[in-house]
């Protein structure tokens, strides 16, 4: 069972499966690292800090199998997919839980960050300024009820952000946006998306740059 599946026209669903790669990463690292050991079986300092490594392995594997025996990984429905400069949206999060677990309300707090990056060579050199051109905050709520968590946050994208700040050449332009979902009863939630920002102005935008002008001025 996943959060929703109600996807408007023209939106999109992003699903936040952290918890599984980080449990095939710490696998993985642990078989490395027992190999490893098995090969270093006759030097016991190297074999303590591939011990102490092996362990912090396990340790992530453990937690993000337990991870994902809670719960269904985390959906965001976007009602407007891609982006465009001054569109606002109300952002869906959802998360549905495996086992019991008790009800409350879940806060949402993160930051919608734009980076721009221009690439440039000054002779043979080649050299890479970066900006951010938008840092804003989000935030939201929703209650956990009955094993469900439905949440709501309000993105909107600025209308001056966006477009190149640096009079440089390839300048590469990327929106993401960082969320966390404090869960008083329990473990925090950490993700971040990419998300596509076309260089237009949003609609309603559009229609008050082209109106006419009003009778008498």
Not at 84 to 95: D, I, K, P, Y
Request: hydrophobic share 45%.
């Amino acid at each position: 069972m996943t959060g929703t599946t109600n996807i408007p026209p023209g939106g999109h669903r992003e699903v936040d499966d952290s918890a599984s790669t980080f449990s095939f990463i710490g696998i993985a690292a642990a078989i490395i690292l027992a190999f490893l050991m098995f090969l270093a079986r006759s030097n016991g300092i190297v074999m303590a800090i591939l011990g102490l490594l092996f362990l912090a392995a396990l340790a992530v594997a453990a937690w993000s199998i337990r991870e994902m025996r809670r719960w269904n990984p985390i959906e965001v429905v976007f009602s407007e997919w891609p982006l465009t400069l001054g569109s606002s949206q109300q952002l869906h999060v959802h998360r549905v839980a495996k086992t019991s677990v008790p009800d409350g309300t879940i806060a949402i707090t993160g930051e919608l960050i734009c980076t721009e990056k221009a690439i440039y060579k000054v002779g043979t050199e080649t050299r890479t300024d970066t900006a951010t051109p938008a840092l804003l905050p989000v935030s939201g709520m929703g209650p956990l009820a009955q094993g469900r968590f439905d949440g709501t946050i309000e993105l909107t994208i600025p209308l001056d952000r966006g477009a190149p700040t640096m009079d440089l050449t390839h300048n590469e332009i990327t929106w993401e946006l960082k969320l966390e979902l404090t869960n008083p009863n329990g473990a925090d939630k950490r993700m971040s998306f990419r998300i596509p920002v076309v260089a237009e102005l949003a609609q309603p935008h559009q229609n008050i740059q082209d109106a006419p002008p009003e009778a008498g001025r």
